[in-house]
């Protein structure tokens, strides 16, 4: 029998054919010498991290010398579903409470931080958890790929509001909650928002947007996903408090972190979120993983309590100068356009004034060629949605924006950057010189 010939009975789900392959995985596969793409950490604690194994390798040797087989195999074991115990009470007293203000229960809180395998998989569990077909999310255009894609995964309506350099604009947002409820028949559900230096464009939103956008939030009845994945990259200003410490009864913020980009690609996330929300968010992990890889989660506690606070000094510093280097290179070598100014995270956000420019085919064409790899902005936009068009004071379907492009400087050190960027603007230069 053929292939063709094979008798088929199953169908792909409509998701599928909606929801296109991730900008950034696609572009991983890329290998450019200039890679500001992907969001990859690229300071590392690297004298701390093979420590740690060897230190954990010792321990589990000296079980095993000392007879006691059972820890041993209980540490290369399931764990619990929402994470181990010593890790979620160093990180809620730690990281979430100490160093963030979360009104956490110091005895009992531990229980409310729940462990995930990445961050990602907490946004994928949470809109699982919550959004049926049609129901309404708020977040602002550009918006972290892996957010509003997992979004329009579960068929949600997205309404998109334009951000400025404070991110999202609270009085856009009321005025989509506004117009959501009348034109789309139902309120928003649930508002994302990446407050300390944005994916993809790199802005941090003050202090006074902050409580209004919780207020908006509370009014309305809906929830707020804060996603602080560059919670501890923050190189320049003052440390803001998060949305999460306002909501003191823990009932209005879904407060997302991770390791990530503040130690290594552990693949571990940590979260805090109203009881019933996690109650649900568990039992679907339950399904999808059953729980976090245990050892590693291990090695995250050990970094956590005894190395954090040295390394992640150095961290940030090492990201300043990358940052400042991809800065100083654009604003030799850029054509006219506009560039975010970010306090802290891994990520520029550049849009060009020619609004003719297709920073996607551009990437093809030329930025790949050469060798320099970045995303472009429309990567950024879910594949269906709607805009809220302030001068319109309506929301129209959605219609990506090619001008611009996320630069990553997390990766490559600060001279490469350097070198890649003038590559690149030399490249748009002559684009625009018609060469
Ligand atoms: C804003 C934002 N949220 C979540 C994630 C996913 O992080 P994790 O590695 O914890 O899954 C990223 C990664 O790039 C991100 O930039």
Same mark, same amino acid.
């Given at each position: ?7 088929? &009975? ?81 990180? &809620? ?87 959501? @409820? ?11 928002v990446v407050p300390d230096s944005d994916n993809p464009t790199g802005t941090t939103m003050p202090l006074k947007r902050r409580k209004e956008i919780y207020e908006i939030a509370a009014a309305e009845g809906a929830l707020i996903v804060e996603d602080a994945a560059y ?84 961290? @940030?510093?090492?990201? /300043?100068?990358?940052?400042? &280097? ?67 004071? &309506? ?6 924006? /090619? ?25 748009? @230069?002559? @684009?625009?010189?018609?060469?």
């Amino acid at each position: 029998m053929t292939r063709e010939e094979l008798p088929v &009975a199953f169908d792909f789900a409509t998701w599928t054919r909606l929801v296109p392959e991730s900008e950034i995985r696609r572009l991983l596969r890329v290998k450019a010498r200039y890679y500001f793409a992907g969001g990859k950490p690229g300071v590392l604690p690297l004298d701390v991290l093979p420590k740690l194994l060897v230190e954990l390798g010792v321990d589990e040797f000296e079980y095993i010398l000392r007879g006691d087989r059972r820890t041993v195999i209980e540490h290369f074991n399931y764990g619990p579903t929402e994470g181990i115990p010593e890790l979620r009470k160093v990180l &809620a007293s730690k990281m979430l409470s100490a160093r963030d203000g979360i009104p956490i229960d110091p005895r009992e809180g531990w229980r409310d931080v729940i462990v995930t395998t990445g961050s990602q998989q907490a946004i994928f569990a949470i809109l699982d958890a919550l959004i049926d077909p049609g129901d309404v999310i708020i977040t602002q255009r550009p918006a972290y790929l892996g957010f509003v894609n997992t979004a329009a995964k579960f068929r949600s309506r997205i309404v998109t509001v334009p951000a400025d350099e404070e991110g999202l604009v609270p009085e856009y947002v009321q005025r989509a909650f506004d117009l959501a @409820r009348r034109e789309l028949g139902k309120p928003p559900e649930l508002i994302y928002v990446v407050p300390d230096s944005d994916n993809p464009t790199g802005t941090t939103m003050p202090l006074k947007r902050r409580k209004e956008i919780y207020e908006i939030a509370a009014a309305e009845g809906a929830l707020i996903v804060e996603d602080a994945a560059y919670r501890e990259i923050q190189f320049r200003g003052e440390r803001l408090p998060p949305i999460k410490a306002l909501d003191s009864d823990n009932e209005r913020v879904i407060y997302l972190r991770t390791t990530s980009k503040e130690v290594a690609v552990f693949r571990i996330g940590y979260s805090v979120m109203p009881p019933d929300v996690r109650e649900q968010v568990v039992k679907l992990k339950g399904y999808l993983d059953l729980c976090t890889p245990t050892l590693m989660q291990r090695i995250v506690k050990a970094y956590y309590e005894k190395f954090f606070d040295e390394n992640i000094l150095r961290v @940030r510093e090492e990201y /300043k100068k990358r940052c400042e &280097a991809m800065e100083a290179a654009m604003d030799e070598y850029f054509p006219p356009g506009h560039r975010t100014e970010p306090t802290g995270g891994f990520f520029i956000w550049w849009s060009s004034d020619d609004r003719e420019f297709d920073s996607s085919e551009f990437l093809e064409r030329v930025a790949i060629p050469s060798g320099v790899a970045y995303v472009p902005g429309s990567a950024f936009y879910p594949p269906f949605g709607y805009s809220y068009e302030p001068e319109l004071n &309506a929301l129209t379907e959605l219609r990506p924006r /090619k001008h611009g492009m996320r630069l990553g400087y997390s990766y490559l050190e600060p001279d490469e950057i350097y070198e890649g960027v003038r590559i690149l603007g030399q490249k748009l @230069r002559e @684009r625009e010189s018609g060469g």
